[in-house]
């Protein structure tokens, strides 16, 4: 565990594992912990480097807004500072939107790139669901509320039907340490639904695997289709089963998706 000032801002970052470089980009207020259930299927194999984006975790909160852009030289920096690079990396959600702002601007220093989960730009109904959360961080809802909530849009109905184990989840989540304040989210927040990559992503020359679930209903099939079109030589992949979250819910399958593009020959 260690802190690296880098970009004008104090990021938190961990390196676990053994092999070539891995850098692991979590989504809208998430930090390094996201990545829990899948780190263990991927230090044998990897250097996993996890980090918190700025506004989250062990991290520094800015004064906001944040652009995606700012976030993508904060992860170029950090991967200069670490003497890693090119990395792998696998970017998710808004860790994804990062990724390919990372790819745009400094796509020298990623080897690989996934973009899981993730969006070229914002929809209506996206939009509307962030002023949701937002309303939501800003009220006294409890946290494990809020996460139950948070949760319906990531999960599919295989987990979501078990009302005692989403209840569980969510009071474990809202009991983790290092939660996300609501200036951090926020910051966050305003630069995801700001970014657009689509017109620049025709540029981008990383070899790039597009995965996304099925049953992802935040950040649908279509969005992802969609990058992969731009992208020059993309491959796309769906995954019958699986929605936002589904690197929890079908932790195996997702990770074997990565691992086989990581692990291909360009």
């Known amino acids: 565990m260690a802190t690296a000032t880098v970009n004008g801002v104090e990021l938190f970052y961990e390196i676990e594992g053994a092999g070539p470089p891995l850098l692991l980009i979590a989504g809208l207020g998430a930090n390094s912990a996201a990545w829990a259930t899948v780190k263990p299927l991927l230090t044998a194999r990897f250097t996993c480097i996890t980090f918190d984006n700025r506004g989250t975790g062990r991290s520094a909160v800015p004064p906001g807004p944040y652009t995606i852009d700012e976030m993508a030289d904060d992860t170029a920096a950090l991967i200069a500072h670490l003497g ?30 996934v973009i899981l989960s993730g969006f070229p730009s914002y929809t209506e ?20 509320a809020q996460a139950m909530f948070g949760m319906a849009w990531g999960f599919t109905a295989k987990m979501l039907s078990d009302h005692a184990v989403v209840a569980a989840a969510a ?13 951090g989210f926020e910051a966050q927040a305003h630069g995801l639904r700001a970014y657009d990559s689509r017109p620049l992503l025709p540029a981008v020359t990383t070899p790039t695997l597009v995965l996304v679930g099925a049953e992802d209903v935040l950040t649908p099939v279509s969005q992802s289709v969609e990058m992969a079109a731009l992208i020059p030589g993309a491959r796309l992949q769906v995954l019958p089963r699986g929605s936002h979250g589904m690197v929890i819910e079908y932790t195996p399958e997702t990770v074997a998706a990565i691992v086989a593009f990581l692990d291909a020959a360009s």
């Not at 939009?127 to 949701?132: K, P, S, T, V």
């Not at 009071?171 to 200036?183: E, H, I, S």
């Open 84 to 113: 890693l690079g090119p990395v792998l990396t696998v970017g998710w959600s808004l860790g994804g939107s990062v990724l390919q702002a990372l790819l745009i601007r400094n796509g020298d220093l990623v080897r690989k790139a």
């Open 125 to 144: 109904m996206q939009h509307g669901w962030l002023d949701c959360l937002i309303a939501l961080r800003r009220s006294e809802v409890p946290a494990a």
């Open 171 to 183: 009071a474990l989540g809202a009991a983790a340490p290092y939660p996300t304040g609501v200036a």
